[in-house]
């Protein structure tokens, strides 16, 4: 019992209140609010790093002492020194304001349906969408992790999480006819359908650019979305479409024509057929109905 209550009053001048810091150092102007004598060290000297939220940083009398001698400051000191941050709980409400920032979709609706209670210090608060654990195809009623942070002493980040529910009324293009695979999409076909979903799926086409002439790897049948990973860019040239070619052999040109081998789209390499000599060779999609021949080669190979 004796050494019990030794042990107590050896520890009974930590026992102070912290002082509170908004910095990732501790200097003189901080020891100077705890230990008032300390007055005389400079306000920008660093003392040592900050803590980390959560955490004290605690000057013990032995070294508050060395600290004044230092300075040549004559003060024994026998109390200790405390320093920590300022935390506060983070509200739901705080998180809401902080996601919604992340997202422009008009009608946007967050749900939470939990997340990290541990106090924070004051900062800005973000959600970027790097940190949601989705996909393209994340259903608007699936809870989904979100990792977040509050951005503190000058960019210092504390992490926060939340698992959430996000949907918002989206656009989607809708088929209103069967389209065959292979088919281009013409703006008859389609139509737009507004629908609670999710903002994080771009799998979807959502306006009618993203799909128009277009041609899709698969049938799309009446009523059903197109998804844009079902697209392929349309053709800059078909099989059978009589091209304009450009020989190119040094500052020359030669233009003439010939016909397509093959279905292609700029920058592919195509195979064609002269007319004339039926023979094939080879060129390079330029656009629409437009091929380039390096080095004047339109001849080559008897097909």
């Known amino acids: 019992m004796i050494r019990a209550g030794l042990f107590f009053l050896s520890i009974a001048p930590l026992a102070l209140g912290c002082e509170y810091i908004a910095a990732d150092r501790i200097t003189g102007a901080y020891l100077a609010k705890s230990v008032p004598e300390f007055g005389q060290i400079p306000s920008d000297a660093v003392l040592a790093y ?41 509200s739901e409400e705080q998180l809401l304001v902080a996601m919604r920032k992340t997202f422009d979709a008009p009608g946007l609706k967050l749900e939470i349906v939990r997340h990290s209670r541990t106090p924070a210090p004051v900062g800005e608060i973000v959600f970027p969408k790097s940190g949601l654990a989705a996909t393209s195809f994340s259903d608007p009623g699936t809870s989904l992790f979100w990792r977040g942070s509050v951005i503190y002493a000058g960019g210092k980040k504390f992490d926060l999480w939340a698992q959430v529910r996000i949907s918002a009324a989206m656009p989607r293009v809708i088929a209103v006819r069967t389209i065959a695979p292979g088919e281009p999409i013409q703006l008859k076909d389609v139509r737009i359908e507004i629908q609670e979903d999710s903002p994080l799926r771009i799998n979807i086409a959502r306006d009618l650019d993203q799909v128009r002439g277009h041609v899709p790897f698969f049938a799309i049948q009446a009523g059903q979305p197109i998804f844009r990973t079902n697209l392929a860019e349309p053709f800059d040239i078909k099989r059978g479409d009589t091209v304009e070619v450009k020989a190119v052999n040094g500052g020359a040109t030669l233009k003439t024509e010939a016909l397509a081998e093959a279905s292609a789209r700029k920058g592919d390499l195509i195979i064609l057929k002269n007319p004339s000599s039926g023979k094939t060779f080879h060129g390079r999609v330029d656009g629409p109905g437009s091929v380039i021949v390096q080095n004047g080669g339109i001849g080559g190979k008897q097909s």
């Open 50 to 90: 900050a803590p980390g939220p959560g955490s004290k940083r605690v000057f013990r009398p032995d070294e508050l002492n060395r600290i004044a001698a230092r300075f040549g400051i004559p003060s024994k000191v026998s109390n200790a020194a405390c320093f920590e941050w300022e935390l506060h709980p983070v």
